[in-house]
């Protein structure tokens, strides 16, 4: 059984940052590409950061610059920089780690954090 479990999210004052965490435990053999969503009341949950196995990250136009996704294979764990905060990024944050298991290779998701940004 592989789990994902995120932490860091909260309350930062607008220009502010915040680091999320997102770590996978289980029976697993390695973690592939992952990534991080959000999705704000009313809105569609859009894709905030990506990594590939290799580690090549892509961003959309509205983070980038501000927001910088990482990863820990020896700790099954990635990590969301977030910096630079603007009242439009709050969100429920959402992880997703492709997990080699013992389960085979399949996406799991993580229960999602919220951050709010507001002065």
């Known amino acids: 059984q592989v789990q994902l479990e995120e932490s860091g999210g909260g309350l930062v004052q607008p220009g502010g940052s915040l680091r999320l965490s997102c770590a996978a435990s289980g029976s697993i053999f390695s973690i592939n590409a992952a990534g991080w969503y959000r999705q704000a009341p009313g809105k569609q949950r859009e894709l905030v950061a990506g990594i590939a196995t290799g580690g090549r990250t892509n961003y959309p136009d509205s983070v980038k610059g501000r927001f910088t996704t990482s990863r820990d294979n020896a700790k099954n764990t990635v990590y969301l920089q977030m910096n630079s905060l603007k009242p439009e990024d709050t969100a429920v944050y959402y992880c997703?780690?492709?997990?080699?298991?013992?389960?085979?290779?399949?996406?799991?998701w993580g229960q999602g954090t919220q951050v709010t940004v507001s002065s």
């Open positions: 997703y780690i492709r997990v080699y298991s013992v389960a085979g290779t399949k996406d799991y």
